[in-house]
T-cell receptor, first 110, second 113 residues
Framework: KNEVEQSPQNLTAQEGEFITINCSYS?????LHWLQQHPGGGIVSLFM?????KKHGRLIATINIQEKHSSLHITASHPRDSAVYIC????????????WGAGTKLIIKP | ETGVTQTPRHLVMGMTNKKSLKCEQH?????MYWYKQSAKKPLELMFV???????ENNSVPSRFSPECPNSSHLFLHLHTLQPEDSALYLC????????????FGSGTQLSVL
């Protein structure tokens, strides 16, 4: 079993729909990252959180430390949101190791 | 633009070639990372440098050789690679640790023939 599990693996939705991507982990962490990767490779950090909730534009990230679970929400989704969304956790026993999820491929159709 | 620049963007090399990947950041960060991303697999951490000292080396074959001449530059020297080394190689930086915001370069798509 992977230490970081993302669901779903693939998600196709219509423009305007509310999107939720989930991340569950099994290790102790000091922080959790949500990142976005567009075709062509570049990865952009969306959020880094260790508790509660963060919001940036149409994106919202939440984390429940007790349940070892995080969600990434996209409101009013748009075709430009189509990308791979990756969850990664910072292992609390290491200063530099991140444990990476496999990613969720999101396609938003116009 | 993330502030981390990688060159080249694409590289095709034979198994007997020697090439180098370059990463540059002017964000004032102290930690720099090399990651490998193979198709349909999670990112794999290869090397970490903190203040120009290697602090992590995740059982990477010796045909990959990192170099960090100063806090702004990171290289990955490649020699006698295998076809299974074909992947996207990503450089990243953070202020000090992995529980801080990460900044990634655009990656080098490497093909080994």
């Amino acid at each position: 079993k992977n230490e970081v599990e993302q669901s779903p693996q693939n998600l196709t939705a219509q423009e305007g729909e509310f999107i939720t991507i989930n991340c569950s982990y099994s290790v102790g962490i000091s922080a959790l990252h949500w990142l976005q990767q567009h075709p062509g490779g570049g990865i952009v950090s969306l959020f880094m959180l260790s508790s509660g909730k963060k919001k940036h534009g149409r994106l919202i990230a939440t984390i429940n430390i007790q349940e070892k679970h995080s969600s990434l929400h996209i409101t009013a989704s748009h075709p430009r949101d189509s990308a791979v969304y990756i969850c990664a956790v910072a292992d609390m026993d290491s200063n530099y190791q991140l444990i990476w999820g496999a990613g969720t491929k999101l396609i938003i159709k116009p | 633009e993330t502030g981390v620049t990688q060159t080249p963007r694409h590289l095709v090399m034979g198994m007997t070639n020697k090439k180098s990947l370059k990463c540059e950041q002017h964000l004032g960060h102290n930690a720099m990372y090399w990651y490998k991303q193979s198709a349909k697999k999670p990112l794999e951490l290869m090397f970490v440098y903190s203040l120009e000292e290697r602090v992590e080396n995740n059982s990477v074959p010796s045909r990959f050789s990192p170099e960090c001449p100063n806090s702004s530059h990171l290289f990955l020297h490649l020699h006698t690679l295998q076809p299974e080394d074909s992947a996207l190689y990503l450089c990243a930086s953070s202020q000090d640790r992995a529980n801080e915001k990460l900044f990634f370069g655009s990656g080098t798509q490497l093909s080994v023939l």
